[in-house]
Each structure stands twice: as structure tokens, then as C-alpha cells.
Nanobody, 129 residues
Framework: QVQLVESGGGLVQAGGSLRLSCTTS????????MGWFRQAPGKEREFVAA????????YYADSVKGRFTISRDNAKNTVYLQMNSLKPEDTAVYYC??????????????????????WGQGTQVTVSS
């Protein structure tokens, strides 16, 4: 069983930055591709960013390209989401997810919720205008 715990959310003004962290339990962190999703009130959970087991391949939603950066530190069992130039429409609960690398790190797999086996509880990000 893998447990994921997100942190780093909060309230920030438009144009500001936040860095989310997701720390996982277990010894198989480097076997997993990792992703970030978000869910705004009244909307479906949507893909934000993902990366493969080594961090060498990254994937981003068009809405965050150039503003968000996903990275990982396998020695610390942690994945990060650096969010810059935040907009009010980025307001959502952000979820970290883990899935087997051979499932997630494909052309279509990284953005599909069903590709991921484990999810965190989420952290709230609120961007004020």
C-alpha cells in the first residue's frame, strides 16, 4: 500500500507562486510515475502535470504549460509542483497521484485518472484576484 500526503497549499494573490509537495510512503517510489490533478468546485477532477519514474519525461496540461513545473526527488520519496504566475482559475483542491510507470508514462496514460492507483487527500490552493 502506498500513502501520499500533499502539503504546501494556501492562499496567494494572482501572479504569485506556491510549491506543492507530495511525500509517499513505501520503498517503491521510484517505480511509480507521479501526477498532479486538481478539482475546482462543481467541476470534474482534471489533469495538471505528470512525470515518469526518473523525472526525465514530463507532461503538462495546456492551461499550465510555461507556468507550472513538476519534479521529483526519489531519495526523498517526494514529488513537487512549482506553480508560478498563478491565476484565479487555478483555484482548486490539488491531488497527488501515483501509478505504475509503464501505465502512466505513455502518450495517453499520463492524463487519465484511471492510470493512477493511489491518491492523496488533496491540498487547497486559492488564488485571489
Amino acid at each position: 500500500q502506498v500513502q501520499l500526503v500533499e502539503s504546501g497549499g494556501g492562499l496567494v494573490q494572482a501572479g504569485g507562486s506556491l510549491r506543492l509537495s507530495c511525500t509517499t510512503s513505501g520503498r517503491t517510489f521510484s517505480s511509480y510515475a507521479m501526477g498532479w490533478f486538481r478539482q475546482a468546485p462543481g467541476k470534474e477532477r482534471e489533469f495538471v502535470a505528470a512525470l515518469n519514474w526518473s523525472g526525465g519525461n514530463t507532461y503538462y496540461a495546456d492551461s499550465v504549460k510555461g507556468r507550472f513545473t513538476i519534479s521529483r526527488d526519489n531519495a526523498k520519496n517526494t514529488v513537487y509542483l512549482q506553480m508560478n504566475s498563478l491565476k484565479p482559475e487555478d483555484t482548486a483542491v490539488y491531488y497527488c497521484a501515483a501509478g505504475w510507470d509503464f501505465v502512466v508514462a505513455t502518450t495517453e496514460g499520463f492524463a487519465r485518472r484511471s492510470s493512477y492507483d493511489y491518491w492523496g487527500q488533496g491540498t487547497q490552493v486559492t488564488v485571489s484576484s
